[in-house]
């Protein structure tokens, strides 16, 4: 089973950037969708975003235009550069692997989750 290690939350203001990245291992990265998913306190598990073998990508109304997803498959990675962040994408992000996109859009489960990395906008 491919194993997944998110890094690069940490604390912003409101109007700032992070770029938030998933690094797989155990697995054949190129075979998997990727996707990342956010939980804020007290609230469910939600789809931010998600990526094809391809790289055609998928994103939620709430972060369309502010975040990118990407993937660059010579590293093993994911990544999602999130810019104009607001005190409401404060949560704990977390990447997921599944066979495509729409597994995720579904709301189906992933093959695999990473441990997540907290993101705070402060105000």
């Known amino acids: 089973q491919v194993q997944l290690v998110e890094s690069g939350g940490g604390l912003v203001q409101a109007g700032g950037s992070l770029r938030l990245s998933c690094v797989a291992s155990?697995?054949?990265?190129?075979?998997?969708?990727m996707a990342w998913f956010r939980q804020a306190p007290g609230k469910e598990r939600e789809l931010a975003a998600g990526?094809?073998?391809?790289?055609?990508?998928y994103y939620v109304d709430f972060v369309k235009g502010r975040f990118t997803i990407s993937r660059d498959n010579a590293k093993n990675t994911v990544y999602l550069q999130m810019n104009s962040l607001k005190p409401e994408d404060t949560a704990v992000y977390y990447c997921?692997?599944?066979?495509?996109?729409?597994?995720?859009?579904?709301?189906?489960?992933?093959?695999?989750w990473g441990q997540g990395t907290p993101v705070t906008v402060s105000s």
């Open positions: 155990g697995g054949t990265f190129s075979s998997y969708a």
């Open positions: 990526i094809s073998r391809g790289g055609g990508t």
């Open positions: 997921a692997a599944a066979p495509s996109v729409s597994t995720f859009v579904v709301g189906r489960a992933g093959d695999a």
